[in-house]
């Protein structure tokens, strides 16, 4: 049987903390694969989970939380499903799936070796209520159901020990009738648009950041940089700390201002400058869902840069549109107009604001694995000149580099 190329995405699912619970796993058959039609589904579920589980460097795919993954009736009766580790894995069945006796007790089975069972309900009657007793999570579609039905199926759920999920969760307006209705987790980037799209105060925090990234963009005099960095303890402190611990390797041991600019470069300076911005404690609205979206968009559109050729100022500029791709949540206002406090290149306002050009197509691609359709995926990796198997093994790699930095 010829091999089945799949593209992987990843979309996080939170909790009532807005800490990271895990990840649902996304695929997307490539367009060049064989079609599906020529497999069982057994086969091509089996080919898909061994391709992502054991090529992919699955580590850095799921990290240390869990991995909710659709399954089929034909995935779940086979032994093969009991190669995954189960105490990562959270097996997701759809209420389609009539709960027969033989699924039933399959799950039973599974559970005795540690997996977790999770129920799309896109309907709950007297027939998939069965299901209810084996799972320990049931996700609720908010966009797909009137309000009415959601909530009188959440009514139903709340009677089992279960924890009820909702999905598609993308703006403030789901995230708050979900919070009003007690929900346990959440899943989309409900948090990934800004809430008001009015002016609003930036966060003092966040100004001597803003204010150092235009002088060292600018090439300010050294002098610059630093009387901006004697005002503020807390941004001095985590500059002194990042550049010790950067130069620790070199027996340099940085004392002064001055002398760790000089060190670091105004080139890293500035990108250690864009991380900060997206990962200011301060700020409440950049939870740690959102630092790794940002983050992990930066590093693979580093990556794809870096495969396709370019140069080290031209990956430098994708890398900082990714980190930047989210400026309008942090600041919470538009992007364009978030973009008048930042001198940012030419090429990076482009890329943030959709024009054409490679900026922007590379961050459409970068944003498509995000997204539960997965739609846009080929047609953006071919336009990249990516195959299915670079890109998993480009966002593996930026999956991977984000963990190590211990958000």
């Avoid at 069972?117 to 009657?125: A, H, P």
């Avoid at 609003?200 to 963009?217: A, D, F, K």
């Avoid at 004697?230 to 620790?248: E, G, M, P, T």
């Avoid at 400058?273 to 990962?279: A, H, K």
């Amino acid at each position: 049987m010829p091999p089945i190329s799949t593209f992987v995405g990843r979309q996080p699912v939170i909790d009532r903390q807005q800490q990271l619970l895990g990840h649902e796993l996304l695929f997307r058959r490539d367009a060049t694969s064989p079609d599906s039609g020529d497999f069982s589904p057994l086969e091509a579920d089996t080919q898909i989970l061994t391709s992502i589980l054991g090529d992919m460097a699955s580590t850095w795919l799921i990290g240390d939380k869990l991995a909710f993954v659709n399954v089929g009736e034909a995935m779940l009766m086979s032994e093969l499903i009991e190669l995954l580790p189960p105490r990562k894995i959270v097996l997701e069945l759809s209420t389609d799936t009539p709960p027969s006796r033989e699924i039933l007790d399959r799950m039973r089975i599974l559970r005795t070796q540690g997996f977790t069972f999770s129920l799309d309900c896109s309907e709950l009657d007297s027939g998939s209520e069965a299901y209810l007793d084996q799972v320990q999570y049931a996700k609720l579609d908010i966009q797909r159901e009137c309000p009415q039905q959601f909530m009188r199926i959440n009514a139903q759920l709340k009677s089992y020990p279960i924890q009820r999920i909702a999905k598609r969760v993308e703006t403030p307006a789901h995230y708050s009738i979900c919070r009003e209705l007690d929900m346990d987790g959440y899943q989309g980037f409900y948090f990934a648009k800004p809430e008001t799209l009015s002016s609003t105060i930036i966060h003092p925090g966040m100004v001597n950041t803003l204010n150092l990234l235009n002088l060292v963009r600018c090439d300010a005099d050294i002098d610059q940089i630093e009387a901006i960095l004697k005002i503020d303890l807390a941004l001095s402190f985590k500059l002194l700390r990042f550049v010790n611990s950067a130069a620790a390797g070199n027996h340099i041991r940085i004392t002064s201002f001055t002398h760790a600019i000089t060190v670091l470069g105004y080139r890293k300076l500035y990108r250690w400058l864009t991380l900060l911005l997206v990962t200011n404690n301060t700020n409440a609205q950049v939870s740690a869902p959102l630092q790794r979206a940002a983050i992990t968009r930066a590093r693979l559109m580093e990556n794809i840069g870096q495969q396709q050729g370019l140069s080290q100022e031209n990956t430098d500029l994708l890398f900082i549109s990714g980190m930047f791709s989210l400026l309008d949540v942090i600041l919470k206002i538009p992007m364009i107009e978030a973009l008048r406090y930042l001198q940012l290149p030419k090429e990076v306002e482009a890329a943030l604001l959709g024009k054409p050009g490679t900026g922007a197509s590379l961050l459409a691609l970068t944003r498509s694995l995000e997204s539960p359709e997965l739609e846009q995926i080929a047609y953006l990796a071919h336009a990249a000149g990516l195959s299915a198997t670079q890109l998993n093994a480009l966002h593996a790699e930026a999956l991977g580099w984000v963990e190590n930095l211990g958000l």
